[in-house]
């Protein structure tokens, strides 16, 4: 019988390091949602790799961690205290860091925090395409002066450069155990809540300057036709109603380029034919609703 590791790892970093899009690298496809737009992750959300070594069928659990960044909304303290949970129990906890934009007064307390913790830890620097040699070895052994890292790559989440090797090493790191999931499941995210989260990286990116983090993608129904194809209603949230018009576009030109986009997207993703029907309300107090907090996944916090 193969031998069969299984583990999980914790990624973990400042917001807009590109954690997301390293998670769905190593997966092997899109499991988490990617935007220019820092805290675009909101609550913890699994990425399921798997991978061969040494003979044994690995199954890495990789949690995609919110960026970990000093709290002020309720919000943001709930996705703060999502990050560090994701970090709890996790047989490895990876470091991503931006070396061009760095964000030092961002990462010093991560650091702080990651000292004296007891998981291996492993320090990744992005975007090797695009950061200069010199600086980045430096920055790597300057950071390595205030962690105990096991082990330094050097990656672009972006066009994959480095993430075979560093697969294989976190692979080499799984303790031999049962498989958590399925071999065909690659997140823990539902087919609704995925939906959501699609929606919501097109108004992220199609709104990139205009719209701020006063938004929220709410899932209202997800039905599957005779015919196989899916009916989704979701609901956009927004603070304020001139943020309202700014989604609806003129003439609703740009909710109706972001419900194709995000159409196009989850027909891709789900294999299926998909009716996205989108609308927008304007909600002042949407941060401090303890529903959409729950939909999201976040726990209620202080």
């Known amino acids: 019988m193969t031998k069969q590791k299984c583990g999980m ?3 973990i970093g400042a917001p807009n390091a590109g954690k997301s899009t390293l998670v769905n690298q190593l997966v092997g496809q899109k499991v988490a949602i990617t935007s220019a737009k820092a805290q675009t992750t909101r609550a913890r959300m699994l990425g399921i790799a798997l991978h061969e070594v040494d003979g044994a069928q690995v199954q890495m659990i ?12 309720r919000l943001d303290r709930a996705m703060v205290s999502a990050a560090w949970e994701g970090a709890e129990a996790a047989d490895a906890v990876l470091l991503l860091v931006d070396p061009i934009k760095q964000r030092r007064h961002e990462l010093e307390p991560l650091l702080e925090a990651l000292a004296n913790r007891p998981e291996r830890k492993i320090l990744v620097l992005n975007k090797v395409d695009r950061a200069k040699k010199e600086p980045m070895l430096a920055l790597a052994q300057d950071l ?3 962690v105990d890292f096991a082990e330094i790559y050097f990656v672009s989440a972006l066009t994959g450069d480095g993430v075979p ?7 080499a790191m799984m303790p031999e155990a049962e498989w958590m999931y399925p071999e065909d499941q690659v997140s823990d995210a539902s087919e609704r809540l995925l939906a959501a989260e699609i929606t919501r990286e097109q108004l992220y990116q199609q709104l990139h300057e205009e719209l701020p983090y006063d938004s929220a993608v709410r899932p209202e129904s997800y039905t599957v036709r005779k015919d196989g194809s899916i009916e989704i209603h979701q609901q956009i949230v927004v603070a304020r109603e001139t943020q309202r018009a700014i989604v609806l576009g003129k003439g609703g030109a740009r909710i109706k380029a972001i419900g194709e986009a995000a159409r196009k ?6 294999g299926v ?10 909600s002042e107090n949407w941060a401090e609703d303890k529903e959409i907090f729950e939909e999201m996944g976040l726990d209620w916090v202080r």
């Open 9 to 11: 790892i914790a990624v």
């Open 165 to 171: 090797e560093l697969k294989d090493a976190l692979a």
């Open 144 to 146: 390595s002066g205030k």
């Open 62 to 73: 990789l949690v995609d961690t919110p960026g970990i960044f000093a709290p002020r909304r």
């Open 265 to 270: 997207e989850l027909c891709e993703v789900l």
């Open 273 to 282: 034919k998909v009716h996205l029907f989108l609308h927008v309300k304007q």
